[in-house]
């Protein structure tokens, strides 16, 4: 059994883990590290996977890789590789290949994995989540002239959008009458709903899917007290789910389907540390714990715990927030994500708008399109948790929650 003594082991290959292996090195962290990922390619850019990759054109896989780590000097990247044990009071890691890693520290950064529809057939639609999930998808669109996404979240508009752009005929069934309605209000989830009928896809809202039937090669998507819909392929997005296996594996507290970490992304378990999806970290700015699931906040959430780890006393205070490109459209959005109870909408000369969240009266999000001053300062203001009331031309009259 081959035996590895590291001063950062990191386990996972998304956006955390890289940002904690670059920041861990860029504060003086001692040792050599070791990164593992059960992913077949070193870290790599996730967003155009359903965006310009799904698109088609010229991005290639290597296009996407993030800055090579191995560079920063003494540190190993092992893909294909799993954790099946962690012991925090030895520090000792146990891998799938029956390798033992012996750590000073540890960041956990597993990400998260896609929902699974639990309804019969869902074995036989794809996932997006990773450049595999990619593959498999681009390999049965050769084939395919239509498609139903179920879900609409972020990956199921970006995804519906894009396969539309390559010709499809597209049909998006979802729970919710319009999509996003319950993370953005249903005024924003209407204007995204005209988005992308723009963009030539169908929409069936309150459509709850309850099997996916394979005739042929063709597939059937039955809808509770509604017409089935017929289709090549289905793409299901119906959320994601963080991976907890390692994080259980070592014992350490998790809450709500995430581990607790403070706002240096400690856990409790000395020597431990859980950035990006994995983690319900407390945000010094909103003086609560959260949990985000956003590219550019798990990169800051990993540059905290890398540094952390390496002595520094860094912490996390950033408002959350995220860009969403939808067809040739741009949400930008910023928000605790934890509820609101009031929003306001106010609309721009052609076709921009602004969405300010309120909770007890406080502004606690932004989304907006063709409204970046908004976008900026609205952030600020999240951050802030600044009153409305207080703040000049933020509607303070806003409506209820949709």
Known sequence: MSVTTTGLLVVGGGPAAHAAVT????????GPVLLVSADDRPPYLRPPLTKELLRGGNLGEDDLL?????RLGD??????????????????????????????ACVLATGSEPVRLPVPGDGDAYHLRSLADARALLAGLHDAGSVVVVGSGFIGCEAAASLAARGLDVTVCSTERVPQASRLGDAVGDRIADWLRGAGVRLRGDAEVTGIESTGGARVVHVRDGEPVAADLVLVAAGARPRLGPAEAA?????DGRVVVDEHMRTAVPGMFAAGDVARAFNAAAGR???????GDAEEMGAV?????????????AAPGFWSEIGDRVLKYSAWGDGFDEVALTTH????????YQRHGSVC????????EDYERGSDLVRRNARASEVADVPTTAGPRD
Request: a negative charge; aromatic letters at 8%.
């Open 349 to 356: 000369p052609g076709g921009g708008f602004t969405a300010w």
């Open 66 to 70: 993030l800055d090579d780590l191995t």
């Open 305 to 317: 715990a890398g540094a952390a780890a390496a002595g520094s006393d860094a912490r996390w205070d």
């Open 75 to 104: 540190v190993e990247v092992r893909t294909r590789t799993t954790v099946t044990s962690l012991q925090p009071g030895t520090r000792t890691a146990r891998l799938g290949d029956g390798g033992e890693v012996r750590w000073r």
């Open 289 to 295: 714990h959260v949990g985000v699931e956003h590219w």
């Open 365 to 372: 999000g932004v989304a907006t399109h063709q409204a970046d």
């Open 251 to 255: 014992g350490v507290l998790v809450e």
């Open 23 to 30: 920041a861990y090195r860029g504060h003086g962290g001692p």
